[in-house]
Each structure stands twice: as C-alpha cells, then as structure tokens.
C-alpha cells in the first residue's frame, strides 16, 4: 500500500490524497514484497523440484483453506476474546501458507497458473485463487464446513496436534525454507493445539449440551482423521530425500498427545469409521467434498472476476 507519510498535506489538502498517488498495486495480495527475499531457494541437491513442490502445496493448502474456513468465525464466536483467539490461529495458518506456496513455485514455476494480459499477481496469490478444487491438495479435514463452536474447538485439537507432531520433524528438513518455516510454525501450533486442548476440556466437562456438542462434532470430523497419517508417493519420495515428512511416522506421537486430552475429558474415540476416497484417492490426490469447491468459490471470486484489477 503506498505510504501516506511521505506526502505532507497543507491546509487545503486531504490527508488521503496520498492515496491517489499512481503507485497501483494487485488489488487481492498484500504487497509484492516476496516473502522469501533474502532466502536460499535453491532445491538441494538429489530433491525433484516438482515433487518438493507438490509438497508444499500440500502443506500450504491445508493452511490456506483451515484459515480460510477459521475467518468465517469472525465475528460469530461465542465471545470477543475467542473471536479475536480464532482469528489469530486463522492469521497464523494464512502466513504459513502464503510462505509455503511461495516456496512451491520457486522450486516449480511451472505449477503456477498463468493469467489473462500478463497480470502482475505474485506467484502464491496465483497458486491460492486461480487454481480450480481438483488442484488443491489439502486434507479433507481442513475443508468441511464449519458446525457449532464445539466441533470447531474440536478439528482445531485434530489439526493442530497433527501438524505440530509434522511440523516438528520438518524443522531438520534439508530444504532451508521448509526447515525455516516449520521451526517458526511449531510455535504457532503449539498455542492453537493448547487453545484447542483447553476448550476441549472445559466443553467436556462443563454442562451436559455442552459435552453433547463436543462429541457430536467430534463424530462428524473422526471419518476425515485416518486420512492425515496415510502416506501419498509424493510425501514418501520427499521423506525419502530427507525434506519432507513420512506423516504415518508421527501417527504414535499424535495418538499419545490426543489419548491424553481425551483421558482428562472421559471422552472416548469415536466409534465411527474412517471415510474412504474416491477411487482410492483423497484431498492430497485432489479429490474432495462438495463443501471445498463451494468454499473456494467464495474466497476466489472476486480475483477471477477482476484477475487484473489494482488500486
């Protein structure tokens, strides 16, 4: 945004005239600051650029589109303090995407989509609004539409516990932009997991609706959670290559963290079955619910609508 200080106004002026200043920038980002300047990206050696970079998309993806579902709470939670707690951990999980996507298309442009007239859109703006449901590769988890506070508190304890266990082993990644980004993310997650963690207990505990909700709405996330700890060949070849995460590795250490928040709960796992893909595929393969392709149409309307469009 250009920097109203340096036009000094007079008596006469308004103080907004600065904004008038041809100085446009794309009107859906936040700057065209890269946000990995200053950053090695070169792709180690022995890493396939695509394959690394499917992998960021994954992970960024996941961020991009649980962010995007935790922003609808803004302003409809219960209470001030947990609008503004929700937003944070929305606000938390969009500046791990935007860092992720990035990384995606310096290590493989040719994921980006192109646009209409040479647009000037930053290339993680490309990869968040001008790419259709199929090529998004988050988990199902992150995408299903919002229910009541409780099964939010809920997929955010399933979410997050899961990422920090992942986000944990990637901080040794050999990539020094996925090692950076997860070192600085686990401490991200860590206070969405407590957040979550806490009102998990306290719902648990607190009247019998309250309880009631928390375990209906934990019903309703369990068939999506098997899904977070099955491997896709492009998380075992990255895992192989020493920069990205087997997540079927870290299933005992999220299992341990989950049956203790349970335990102090007295709730027990859900006895519902695990959901299957299409076709044996699933979010990382492309294949989601219908709520996703709603979901992105919203977020991205207004970009594809005005792909060029400045102030």
């Known amino acids: 945004m250009p920097d109203v200080r340096t036009h000094e106004p007079d ?47 994954m992970l960024g993806d996941d961020a991009l589109v649980l962010s995007q579902r935790l922003a609808e709470w803004c302003s409809n939670a219960p209470d001030l303090e947990e609008d503004i707690a929700l937003s944070n951990i929305a606000l938390d999980l969009l500046g791990q995407a935007r860092l992720l996507l990035a990384r995606a298309a310096a290590a493989d442009g040719s994921q980006v989509p192109a646009l209409p007239d040479g647009s000037p859109v930053p290339d993680e703006d490309r990869l968040a609004y001008f790419r259709d449901d199929t090529q998004f590769r988050n988990v199902r988890l992150a995408e299903l539409p919002n229910g009541d506070f409780a099964q939010t508190v809920a997929r955010i304890l399933l979410f997050a516990s899961w990422r920090l266990a992942l986000f944990e082993e990637l901080s040794h990644s050999r990539d020094a932009v996925l090692a950076a980004v997860a070192a600085k993310a686990v401490k991200e997650l860590s206070y969405h997991r407590d957040f979550a963690g806490r009102w998990f207990l306290t719902l648990a505990r607190g009247t019998e609706e309250s ?35 087997d997540p079927a590795g870290v299933a005992g250490a999220v299992d341990a963290v989950l049956d203790q928040v349970l335990a102090a709960s007295a709730v027990d796992r859900p006895a519902v079955p695990s959901l299957a893909g299409g076709q ?7 294949h989601h619910t219908e709520a996703h392709r709603r979901m992105l149409a919203e977020m991205q309307v207004v970009a594809r609508a005005h792909p060029g469009g400045q102030w």
């Not at 950053?39 to 690394?52: I, K, M, N, Q, R």
């Open 211 to 245: 309880r009631r909700r928390l375990t209906a709405g934990l019903d309703e996330l369990w068939p999506f959670w098997a899904e977070l700890f099955e491997t896709h060949d492009i998380e075992r070849e990255t895992a192989a290559a020493g920069v990205g995460v």
């Open 280 to 286: 044996g595929r699933t979010g990382r393969d492309g």
């Open 11 to 57: 008596d006469h002026d308004s103080v907004y005239a600065g904004l008038l200043v041809n100085d446009a920038h794309w009107a859906f980002g936040t700057d065209f600051e890269d946000p990995l300047a200053g950053v090695d990206t070169t792709v180690p050696d022995g890493v396939d650029p695509a394959a690394l970079a499917t992998y960021c998309l």
